[in-house]
């Protein structure tokens, strides 16, 4: 029997080209950026260098390692299931991480780098040892970047990409698995499940049954927890939402601290003191420092 959808309906609607060029764009990361910080929101999500145009970004070490993993895992869901283990994972892992060796990934040396990359197989080999939902079905979302309105009226956009959709056909619903490669678990006042869970609602047809962080550095499997209530969710979002527009439309993006460590790596980088590596497949320029 499959799950019943037992939230009131929220306002959401299909994207449409002319209008989503002026709408605000929220995701997980750029909400915790603001969060954090809103000067780091603006010099994250805003600011453009005025030589090339481009947003920047800084590079370290463990942001290079979750890059090369999370290439693994994404290559893996668009395999058919009897094909994704055919390849070891620990090869497929070899060619992801050697795009961000060396200045690329933010490394200031060989061992270090070579720490980074031992702890990557490590991971790597307890997903081939134990792929779990890896082996069974996944859903794949029709957008090369899932979106949707989650205000139309206020022109804001909810964005994301969700590391593994498992199709659960007993009940005809999906189970969303989020890999975690770092070493701190996610808080539950995280809004990062109650974004991904507005996201698969809205941006395909399937009811969510479950949703599981699966932490590398430690576990074997993933982990389930707790669905957040939907409509709860849309509403921390909508209001972080407004904050957000708001901040934007009078252009106040002040540190609360006058300088935090959030903000400042990036000050230094507008200053010259950065050094450019290379461009992001969405043409962030990348520096480290």
């Given at each position: 029997m499959a799950l019943?959808?037992?939230?009131v309906q929220l306002?959401?609607?299909?994207?449409?080209?002319?209008?989503?060029?002026?709408?605000?764009?929220?995701?997980?990361?750029?909400?915790?950026d603001f969060l954090n910080c809103p000067r780091y929101y603006f010099l994250r999500n805003i600011y453009k260098d005025p030589l090339t145009g481009h947003k920047i970004t800084r590079m370290q070490p463990p942001l290079a390692l979750g890059q090369a993993i999370h290439e693994v895992i994404e290559e893996l869901s668009n395999l058919p299931v009897d094909t994704r283990l055919v390849i070891p994972l620990t090869k497929k892992f070899e060619v992801a991480f050697a795009k961000v060796r060396g200045k690329k990934g933010?490394?200031?040396?060989?061992?270090?780098?070579?720490?980074?990359?031992?702890?990557g197989q490590e991971m790597i080999k307890k997903l081939q040892k134990n792929p779990g939902p890896l082996t069974q079905k996944a859903v794949k979302i029709n957008q090369d970047l899932p979106s949707y309105w989650l205000s139309e009226d206020d022109k804001i956009i909810l964005c994301g990409k969700i590391?593994?959709?498992?199709?659960?056909?007993?009940?005809?619903?999906?189970?969303i698995v989020d890999f975690k490669t770092g070493r701190i678990e996610e808080n539950e006042s995280s809004l990062q499940l109650p974004i991904y869970h507005l996201l698969v609602t809205n941006t395909?047809?399937?009811?969510?049954?479950?949703?599981?962080?699966?932490?590398?550095?430690?576990?074997?499997?993933?982990?389930?927890?707790?669905?957040?209530?939907?409509?709860?969710?849309?509403?921390?979002v909508y209001e972080i939402g407004k904050r957000i527009k708001l901040a934007r439309q009078i252009e106040h993006f002040k540190c609360p601290k006058d300088g935090c460590k959030y903000c400042l790596p990036l000050e230094e980088i507008i200053k010259g003191k950065g050094e450019l590596v290379g461009e992001?497949?969405?043409?962030?320029d990348i520096y480290i420092l």
């Open positions: 019943r959808r037992s939230w306002p959401h609607g299909p994207l449409v080209e002319k209008d989503k060029y002026k709408a605000v764009w929220l995701s997980h990361s750029s909400i915790a933010g490394f200031k040396n060989k061992a270090q780098e070579d720490e980074y990359f031992k702890r590391d593994w959709l498992e199709y659960l056909a007993e009940t005809d619903s999906v189970h395909q047809k399937r009811p969510v049954a479950k949703a599981s962080y699966w932490y590398l550095h430690t576990d074997t499997a993933p982990r389930e927890v707790k669905l957040p209530d939907l409509n709860q969710a849309y509403s921390q992001s497949e969405y043409r962030q």
